[in-house]
């Protein structure tokens, strides 16, 4: 297969743009009306566009992602997201932070200086390419769209132009989320909260080192990589006591 572009021939090129264009109409009406995208967009969404995983991320006040939604809902795209998460790398958040979209055509073939934590630990999974779209307000980062492919090849013109399509109607979601949760007079967004224990955790770690919640996270994060652990896992392990809390000092 061609290195340049996504093969054509592959079954991964989005329907016809008119198609599209009604999916995400329909996407948008479902959002205004309190749904998130898991309920506003049909399954597989992924494979619509042309990519065997997406994920939606927002970012938080303290430039964390946050994890709302995954296309397949487990499986690769929260696997990869949660790897970025814990190594504080990678392409999902260079484009959160730069507010450009990040594409990697190969990432087996990649500068391993360009994300030196992720590429590795990426290595171990099925991914070969990856492309990452900011979800921006008014010139502000608010979120990041990705998606995951397990073979090589950089997304076409068209394939992108989809992608932003997709990327802009998320943005309606994650603004419209906003004003959601400040009246509460909207059906459930059907959100699945993937780093609850995370949080949970973290907020536990801090209260019993007496440390800010920064750093507990700081701390459970490097824990997880030092020993080659799950994040959620470990997460779970201090909730339920299974893990001393001073073992972040070991």
Do not use: C, K
């Not at 109409?25 to 998130?36: E, K, L, T, V």
């Not at 296309?71 to 507010?99: C, F, I, V």
């Not at 020993?227 to 893990?243: E, G, N, V």
């Amino acid at each position: 297969m061609a290195r340049d572009q996504w093969d054509s021939d592959s079954g991964d090129v989005p329907p016809p743009r008119d198609a599209l264009t009604e999916l995400l109409a329909r996407a948008r009406r479902a959002i205004r009306s309190g749904y998130g995208p898991g309920r506003a967009l049909p399954s597989p969404t992924a494979r619509l566009f042309g990519v065997d995983a997406l994920t939606l991320n927002a970012l938080t006040h303290e430039r964390q992602l946050e994890l709302l939604w995954a296309d397949p809902p487990d499986g690769l795209g929260p696997e990869l997201d949660t790897l970025q998460y814990t190594l504080g790398d990678g392409p999902t958040l260079q484009s959160a932070y730069e507010g450009r979209t990040v594409t990697e055509p190969d990432l087996a073939a990649a500068d391993t200086a360009r994300w030196p934590l992720f590429l590795p630990a990426a290595a171990g999974t099925p991914v070969r390419a990856v492309v990452a779209l900011p979800l921006l307000l008014g010139g502000a980062g608010v979120g990041v769209l990705t998606g995951y492919r397990t073979t090589p090849g950089s997304p076409t013109t068209r394939q992108l132009d989809v992608l932003r399509d997709l990327a802009a109607t998320l943005l309606l979601f994650l603004t419209a989320d906003v004003a959601v949760q400040a009246n509460g007079t909207t059906p459930g967004t059907g959100l699945r909260l993937y780093r609850a224990e995370v949080h949970q955790a973290t907020g536990y770690l801090a209260a019993e080192l007496d440390i800010p919640l920064g750093q507990a996270l700081v701390r459970l994060r490097a824990h997880a990589t030092a020993y080659d652990r799950a994040l959620a896992d470990l997460a779970h392990a201090f909730l339920t006591r299974s893990l001393a809390a001073d073992a972040l000092h070991r």
